[in-house]
């Protein structure tokens, strides 16, 4: 799954930004974008989506060292509530997105296990969201 990131992201944002078009208004670069086939040939949507993945395979590998976890995780927080002011609902959104990746390419086993992963994430995002007054 995470092995190329770009494709994934890549696919992961496609989908968000098809099954929730509202998702597109934090980029302002994505939103004249209306067909799937052109986000995934825009180079932008394919540059967001692999810095996502990358960031994701970041914290995954640091599971076991929460530090090392939050040390990736906390400076994004803080820029997507502050400076981006992000609704944290897209966080689930996307999160659930990719365990619907995970599960049709994978199976529910797999789902199962990276769900945990994924309400870390954002279970960790709620509370930089909290910190910062959201």
Known sequence: MFVDAEDNGTAVLVRMFTEHPDTKSYFTHFKGMDSAEEMKQSDQVR???KRVFTAINDMVQHLDNTEAFLGILNPLGQKHATQLKIDPKNFRIICDIILQLMEEKFGGDCKASFEK???EICTHLTNIYKE???
């Open 47 to 49: 540059g967001h989506g």
């Open 117 to 119: 992963v994924t309400n």
């Open 132 to 134: 910062a007054g959201w």
